[in-house]
């Protein structure tokens, strides 16, 4: 209950902010027994120098020599800074990604309509806020705020909302408010929320939102972590972000499933001249990369397009896994290709590294290194035995390959990529299913695909064997 300080029950609840150095103490000296079991909801806080290191420690310190286990849940576990919640949290055991979950119904699918404002994001000073790089809100709402700027955004927002519930992200208090009056300009209901917001104002919102009376909430910094309205269909990005945790928060808010709700509308506002390696928009949260089924068809290619890489049958749910929270920035520039056990990436002529998903459906995977030296006997190893978080691994697989990372020949901004797949190319498909070939051509396959599904065929021995079979 809020405002509760009870200490003498065997479950305590508490927040950060209220676990003072002293406040800490009290709770450990409070009960005879040792605090053994610590729950930490997210996770992607508890970070070196960061109060959650300070409360953890002193709970393992008071424990003695018995073990205390720490159980860490974020549904965001990536930051833009060097901070890493591994260093207080080593092990993970269990990992989903987004295209997973909507796969299997636990959220919602997602729908995006990038909105381009005449806003140059570029000039817009950058600050750290916990550690983690983001535009400075002053200077990101200095650019948003107008009343030219907010209606030409609400005029086009409006023709794609409809009648959905609608969340909107302000970059200030002043600029939601601008934003609530343009859609209420336009015969929107729509009302603003913030912390200057007194709890029974908000409570009394929050009831006429979920019914119905108020269809468009504008809100500034309030209703990123922890706020549950499943009925949300409609998420407008109108505070641009470079901070990945930052925009996955606000995406949750509306990935729950709801009855009658198909999916979510996500408008990404973007800038004049769209930088896709600095903000955050959709297509990098949610990237895909075929994994099909059948093992046979590797690339898939009657489903999926590299040159397309915005969320395809994500928002149909047929069978892709996604790759951008493997690479939420696009700092890789390994050309990974989904197979149905992981992925698999050339590094050079001669060696592949290999991403191998956990049997066990723990979402965790392991790697390791194939090697085939011309004359040589082929060799293969582990770079990670270890399942671990699949960015963790790809980091991993990055660190112990980039002396043999070749990028004309493996990266994947290389022009060659897109142009037609060669008759050399389509012979050798041939070779490995009487009917590729065909397929490819009038199919129009790249010369990536093709590379791929040869790759594919060439590795498929090794792919499915582990350096211990």
């Known amino acids: 209950m809020e405002g509760s300080h009870t200490l ?53 310190q008071a424990a003695s020599a018995q073990p205390v286990a720490i159980i860490g849940l974020t549904a965001t576990p990536y930051r833009n800074d060097e901070r890493s919640m591994l260093s207080l949290l080593p092990t993970c055991t269990f990992a989903r990604t987004i295209p997973e979950m909507v796969q299997k119904g636990y959220l919602a699918p997602l729908t995006w309509k990038p909105l381009q404002l005449d806003l140059d994001l570029a000039q817009v000073a950058t600050t750290r806020q916990s550690g983690e790089l983001d535009y400075a809100e002053t200077a990101l709402a200095g650019q948003l705020l107008g009343e030219t700027i907010s209606a030409r955004l609400v005029e086009h927002t409006t023709a794609l909302i409809e009648q959905r519930p609608t969340l909107v992200f302000a970059a200030s208090v002043q600029h939601a408010v601008y934003l609530s009056a343009a859609f209420c300009a336009r015969g929107f209901s729509s009302a603003v929320v913030s912390g200057r917001t007194d709890r029974r104002q908000r409570d009394e919102l929050f009831a006429r939102w979920k019914s119905g009376a108020v269809q468009v909430v504008c809100n500034c910094a309030l209703l990123t972590e922890g706020y549950d309205f499943p009925g949300i269909s409609a998420l407008v990005i109108a505070r641009p972000t470079l901070s990945p945790g930052l925009y996955m928060q606000m995406l949750g808010r509306g990935m729950r499933r709801a009855v009658g709700k198909t999916d979510c509308l996500v408008i990404d506002v973007l800038g004049n001249q769209p930088d896709p390696h600095r903000q955050i928009i959709l297509p990098h949260v949610v990237g895909i990369e075929a994994a099909p089924e059948d093992e046979m068809s590797v690339a898939g290619h009657s489903t999926s397009r590299r040159s397309d890489p915005v969320l395809r049958s994500i928002l149909g749910g047929q069978g892709e896994m996604g790759l951008a929270l493997l690479d939420p920035l696009g700092r890789s520039h390994y050309r990974w290709t989904a197979y149905s056990q992981g992925y698999f990436a050339r590094i050079n002529a001669h060696v592949i590294a290999i991403l191998e998903r956990d049997p066990k459906k723990s979402g965790l995977y392991r790697s390791r290194q194939y090697t085939k030296q011309p004359g040589c006997t082929p060799k293969q190893h582990w770079i990670e035995r270890r399942y671990l978080p ?80």
């Open 390 to 469: 699949l960015r963790q691994q790809v980091t991993l697989v990055q660190e112990a390959t980039k002396g043999l990372f070749r990028e004309a020949f493996a990266g994947k901004t290389s022009a060659w990529l897109d142009e037609p797949a060669t008759e050399k190319q389509l012979e050798m498909l041939a070779r490995y299913h009487k009917h590729l070939s065909e397929r490819a051509r009038t199919g129009g396959w790249t010369k990536r695909e093709a590379s791929e599904t040869i790759t594919f065929y060439q590795l498929r021995s090794i792919l499915f064997r582990t350096p211990d079979q």
């Open 8 to 60: 003498h029950t065997p479950v305590v609840v508490a927040t950060v902010q209220s676990l003072t150095a002293e406040a800490t103490q009290g709770l450990l000296a409070a009960n005879a027994t040792p605090i053994l079991t610590v729950l930490v909801d997210e996770a992607h806080h508890a970070v070196p120098g960061s109060a959650y290191e300070r409360i953890l420690a002193a709970i393992e």
